[in-house]
């Protein structure tokens, strides 16, 4: 019995983690779907309002600035959508060419009309639906005045409904940023006595890191704009911040470790190189441990400064005594990460 059980038990673990982390999600869009439903048949819809209950299936992805920008870029393509279609149909009969014709508009016209700063296909395929009605004029209505109340509906209740906790969201993305750079750091100082295969692997492995960093700076941003939508995060407002100034300063660091990673790449396993790197492996596993604190306490909200001043006190050491190219070389990505965690974003709260 306990070796059936044994199994059974981390995937009951896996499944309360995914219901914990996704129910409230999925919470907000049933009340939401559900509300928009009835209010369209209090205001009179006289057959399923589907289109109001599409709203917010599509729009509520996660927090509440991404309904708002969704609903308004369902709710303006869908306008624009069915008055192509409706002002086509009008002139030509349905046909390829007129297909192509209301389609290409539809993306011409999604261009222009852009909520969230990505192109508006919400047009275009509003504007091919039209073609599905046999009677165009009474399927622009329904589709226009349903999808209208669909999205006010989202954008009263999204922000009220489970919100997100953009604090709790970026202090997860602090942490990762910080293992993901750390070890960026310390494995590529490991990679340079670990042979010419193992320092082009871990260039490999400190891009995927790096392009890790740039998406949660693009996470915290999306959660500091979700702030303002968020009435019942708002006492949390100003850590929010601090916490996304930190996370971007974070990303400031990433071209110095991928510096780092290629000059490691480039250089490792040159036989006219080898006294030199032979050095060079000596000094700077403690300048990297000792920048890597750096980081870490700039990321965790703490104050850098001694970490900083103590790194740099150990890269003017290493300075000292080696002033030959390649030391100079893989130098200057440390002096530029220290600088990057000088700035007073990236001090404490």
Do not use: K
Not at 17 to 32: S, W
Not at 159 to 179: G, I, S, T
Not at 272 to 290: G, K, V
């Amino acid at each position: 019995m306990s070796e059936i059980a044994g199994p059974r038990a981390p995937r009951g673990r896996r499944a309360r983690e995914i219901v914990r982390t996704e129910g409230p999600a999925a919470a907000r869009i049933v009340v939401t779907v559900a509300v928009a439903w009835q209010v369209a048949l209090w205001l009179g819809a006289d057959q399923p309002p589907v289109f109001a209950a599409i709203v917010p299936l599509v729009a509520l992805r996660g927090d509440p600035m991404t309904a708002l920008g969704t609903s308004l870029q369902r709710a303006l393509g869908v306008v624009a959508g069915v008055v192509i279609g409706i002002a086509v149909l009008n002139v030509l009969r349905p046909s390829t060419v007129t297909l192509a014709l209301v389609v290409a508009l539809g993306l011409g016209i999604g261009m222009v009309l852009r909520a969230g700063g990505a192109l508006n296909i919400q047009v275009a395929a509003s504007s091919l639906l039209v073609f599905a009605s046999t009677s165009p004029d009474a399927y622009a209505l329904h589709r226009v005045w349903e999808t209208a109340e669909g999205a006010v509906v989202t954008i009263l209740l999204a922000p009220l409904l489970w919100p997100p906790d953009p604090h709790r969201v970026l202090a997860a993305v602090a942490d990762d940023c910080r293992a993901r750079l750390t070890r960026a750091l310390v494995g590529t100082v490991a990679a340079m006595g670990a042979g010419p295969a193992a320092a082009r692997d871990n260039l490999t492995l400190v891009n995927g890191h790096i392009e890790a960093v740039r998406a949660g700076v693009a996470r915290a941003r999306e959660a500091e704009r979700a702030m303002r939508f968020n009435p019942l995060r708002r006492r949390h407002r100003d850590l929010v911040h601090l916490q996304a100034e930190r996370i971007a300063a974070a990303d400031g660091l990433t071209a110095h470790l991928g510096t780092l990673a290629a000059e490691a790449a480039a250089l490792t396993g040159r036989e006219d190189l080898a006294p030199d790197l032979a050095r060079a492996r000596h000094r700077l596993p403690e300048l990297a441990s000792l920048t890597a604190r750096a980081i870490e306490d700039t990321l965790a909200g703490d104050d850098p400064r001694p970490a900083v001043a103590a790194a740099r006190n150990n890269l003017d050491a290493y300075a000292r005594a080696d002033s030959r190219p390649l030391a100079v070389a893989l130098r200057r990505p440390f002096y530029q990460l220290l600088n990057g965690l000088d700035r007073p974003s990236a001090g404490p709260a």
